[in-house]
């Protein structure tokens, strides 16, 4: 099982969007093991959405759909 999320920190005003296979592991690794780089920096994180893929080609699919304009406008719809 594959899943794409989207962060959002209010007090930067900020998203961050990825996928994963262990969501679990790395929604801990953002919030709190990861020592660098750019989720490091705009803690603290909101999950504001979350969608679950059988395969990876489709958890990255929508990881890269969500990062285009298109998919910014539904990301700020859901704010």
């Keep these: 099982m594959f899943v794409t999320y989207v962060l959002y920190s209010a007090t930067f005003n900020k998203i961050y969007v990825g996928f994963t296979?262990?969501?679990?592991?790395?929604?801990?690794?953002?919030y709190s093991l990861a020592k660098s780089g750019y989720t490091v920096q705009y803690r603290p994180w909101k999950v504001?959405?979350?969608?679950?893929?059988?395969?990876?080609?489709?958890?990255?699919?929508?990881?890269?759909?969500?990062k285009s304009s298109r998919g910014r406008t539904f990301i700020k719809g859901l704010l």
């Design 21 to 30: 296979s262990d969501l679990i592991s790395r929604f801990h690794s953002h």
């Design 48 to 66: 504001i959405y979350v969608e679950f893929f059988v395969m990876k080609s489709g958890a990255m699919k929508r990881e890269k759909e969500l």
